[in-house]
Every structure is written in structure tokens, then in C-alpha cells.
């Protein structure tokens, strides 16, 4: 355990920035959605490195920044392969109005439309929060959770029920008690592949990945949530390890954390949610 804390330690101090002046304000993002991605920002939104694709992961994965949240988007399967995102602590949960229309992402090649979605039996599910990005980042990152980028297809008990319960739980329990943490989520491919009449491909189950900080060490809670999710049902059910998310997913998550530290945090199932 002290090898553990003490190489966390150093990897805490070599992944400072060499110049703080230069560092963003926790609150303020001036990242639009029309930037590029820059590896500069990976720290701000993906907690210990942005995920990784191993070798089960076969489609390019594209980089897209926009205010408050990072997306790797897998044209292929018209789906992000993952989404980071970073909540903090605010004096006031309030957010904007809901915008009421989902726009095309101009920067992937496979342009999804909100209407591919229509008449589908699937929900348009949000991978970045419109709520808990609103509440952060203001109303112009909250616009920018509608990118078509940003969904994948959710059956609606599931968008509906444990994913809007637990959105709801980070913004306004987890980042509140805790004062900042992180999310990394996104979509599980079946195995038998299926997909919409507009080619976009249907999840098995989502993933979800929080992180947060105690006493300077990470602390993760790791769900596996099947499409078939009742609306009712505990997150409790759905806890998993990170190991077992990147199995499924084919992703190498928080790979800037020391070899110790990933191997004993990414082996370790909660027994509970926070």
C-alpha cells in the first residue's frame, strides 16, 4: 500500500502542468465544439488519460472538444465510443430551459440526424449530460449536448430510468459532497451487431465510470447497464469492475495512473454506490 500511495504520489506531481499561470479556471471553459482536439485539454475533461483503444478495438476513433465535456467518436458504428467529462461543486443547480432539437456533428464523417432516430423504439440517449453540463458550463455547453455526436440509441427504460438517475446523482449529490469528479461513459457493441434502418448500430449495454479524489487517491464506481434495464431498478445491480468494462468495450481506461495503482483500482468491484 505505501508503494501504491507513493507512486500515485509521483505521478500526481509529474502530470502538473509545467505552468499553472496557464491553466484554465476550474469554472471557465473556452473550448467551442468547432476546435480541435488538443491533448492539453484530456486532463480537464478525462480523468487520468482519455481511453485508449487496445487491439479488440478495430474502428479509428476521432477526437472531438467541445465546452465542458470530450468526445471519441467511432464513425463506423455511428456512436461515441466514449465520452469524459468533468462536474465540480456550483452555489446554484439551476439550468437553462432544455433545448428542444438534437443537430448533426459536422466534424464526423457519418452525419446521424435526429431523425434517424424517429419511429425507431430507441430513445436519442445523451452521453454528456444536457443537466449537469448546463449547470457547470452554462448554456452554450449545455446546446452543445445535443450534438448528434453525443447519443447513442437507449431503450427508454434505461435513459429514462437508472442513466437519468444517475446523471442526476453526480450533478447534484456525488459533485457536491465531493466537490469534483469525473465521468467516462459510452456505449458496450453487441455482439451479434444490429442497428437502426439509418445505420446507426444498437448497444448491448452502457457503461459508466465515476471518479473522484480521497485524500489525493482515486476512488471509482464502474456500472455495466444492459439495454433491458427496468426502470425501477438500484445502481447497486449494475456495479461492475473497470476491468470488466474494458473487456466488453475493448478500451483502456485511466492508462496514465501508475501500473500498481490501475491494477488494483481497475480489479476492484464497490459494494455499494457512494
Known sequence: MVLCLSLFIWWRIQSQPLNPAQSLPAEVSTISAATSTSLSYAGKY???GEPRPTSTFNNPIIVLTNTGYLVGYDDHRKNPAWVCYRLFKVDNLQASPRPQNFSPDPRTITRVRSSDYTGSGYDRGHMAPNYGIAVCYGSKAQLETFLTSNIIPQRPHLNRGIWENLESTEIRVYAQKFNVIWVVDGPVPAIE????KSGIEIPAKCYKIIIREEEGF???LAFLMPQDTKNAESPNLFLASVREVEKETGLDFLNELPATI?????RT??????
Not at 451487431?193 to 437502426?196: E, F, P, S
Not at 468491484?269 to 457512494?274: D, G, H, L, S
Open 193 to 196: 451487431q444490429k442497428r437502426l
Open 269 to 274: 468491484v464497490a459494494t455499494t454506490i457512494w
Open 218 to 220: 482515486p476512488k471509482v
Open 46 to 48: 478525462c480523468y487520468a
Open 262 to 266: 490501475q491494477d488494483k483500482i481497475e
